[in-house]
């Protein structure tokens, strides 16, 4: 098992473990600061863990090239360390009090802390990405335009008349997707896979990427407690408007009373409740665990292009999990 994947071929296992280790390693280092609040501030959420799926998505996409590279592992834990940055901020918008399972930052010491705990993050990030080359800080760069974007497209709303459904996937994109995307590049490319293979690999990123954020929003409704590790409803009780509860909210045949309580603010216990039984049932749930097979497809049939090597097969069986989580 590597970050929670299981991985059948026991050699390539073994490579990415290993660099999943050299990973670990480099990002306790990138923290490092002669302000030692700042590295314990940075080692908060390094050291609560995760899936680390960002890691391990390059890990797998420099598999097409030559994996041990040092290049690959520091483009594998500058995006970790993106991400890290992102969760940071993300808990002071959402005034998020728990993260992994520990205290959040802000609610640990301040949403000023958080914030600049994230900027120490990102500042870290891109000195690390320098020594990648221009090319890498230019593609860094453009990501980080995607993850803002993202972030202020979700906060402002569709605009008047577009289509809450494809904004709301634009979002994921950006939020999401547009991260993994750029996993899936720099694993390739700094390993020195074939410009196709960069190209197929930035690709299966996007797509897997926006695929994991539709399976988190049925899991936050479908899954229970003790195998998802989340409170269930927690998107609601945020005001979160997520694709299962837009399917409802704009397809036909769908449920009123669900509609009722999804068009107002959720204040109630009961109220939450009485949602998460409803959506568990609900047209736009069906819908949305049919968006994902559709992804998954999308997935399969550009990992295909592939060479047929074992990455190839893990790649297949990430896609797997990735729908498999939500069932």
């Not at 959420?45 to 391990?56: E, M, Q, S, T």
């Not at 800080?137 to 402002?156: D, I, K, N, P, S």
């Not at 408007?241 to 109630?268: F, K």
């Not at 968006?291 to 893990?314: F, H, K, Q, S, T």
């Amino acid at each position: 098992m590597v970050g929670g994947f299981d991985i059948a071929d026991s050699t390539l296992a073994e490579s990415v473990r290993g660099g999943m280790s050299r990973v670990e390693r480099l990002l306790h280092e990138a923290v490092e600061s002669d302000l030692d609040f700042a590295t314990r501030a940075s080692l908060h959420l390094v050291d609560a863990g995760g899936k680390r799926f960002r890691p391990l998505f390059t890990l797998l996409s420099a598999e097409f090239g030559e994996p041990d590279r040092e290049a690959v592992i520091t483009s594998a834990a500058v995006l970790e360390m993106v991400h890290l940055a992102t969760l940071y901020h993300d808990d002071v918008m959402d005034e998020a009090t728990m993260r992994r399972g520990a205290t959040s930052a802000n609610a640990r010491w301040n949403n000023s802390v958080a914030i600049l705990t994230g900027d120490f993050l990102f500042a870290q990030a891109s000195r690390m990405a320098a020594d990648l080359g221009s090319d890498a800080v230019r593609t860094l760069a453009r990501t980080f335009e995607a993850l803002v974007t993202g972030q202020m497209r979700e906060t402002v709303g569709p605009d008047a008349g577009e289509d809450r459904v494809e904004h709301y996937l634009e979002v994921i994109y950006e939020k999401t997707g547009s991260l993994i995307a750029t996993c899936g590049r720099f694993g390739a490319s700094f390993s020195g896979a074939d410009p196709e293979q960069v190209a197929v690999l930035e690709n299966v990123g996007k797509i897997v990427g926006t695929a994991f954020q539709i399976s988190d929003d049925i899991i936050d409704i479908a899954s229970p407690p003790d195998e998802s590790g989340k409170t269930p409803g927690t998107d609601l009780r945020e005001g979160v408007r997520t694709l299962p509860m837009l399917y409802e909210l704009t397809a036909p045949g769908g449920d009123p009373r669900l509609r009722e309580l999804l068009a107002g603010t959720l204040d109630e216990d009961e109220d939450v409740q009485e949602a998460l039984r409803r959506l568990h049932d609900s047209v736009g749930l069906k819908r949305a665990r049919a968006a994902l097979d559709e992804y998954a497809a999308r997935a399969n049939e550009e990992i295909a292009g592939l060479p047929d090597v074992p990455a190839r097969r893990a790649l297949y069986a990430l896609v797997d999990y990735v729908v498999a989580r939500t069932r």
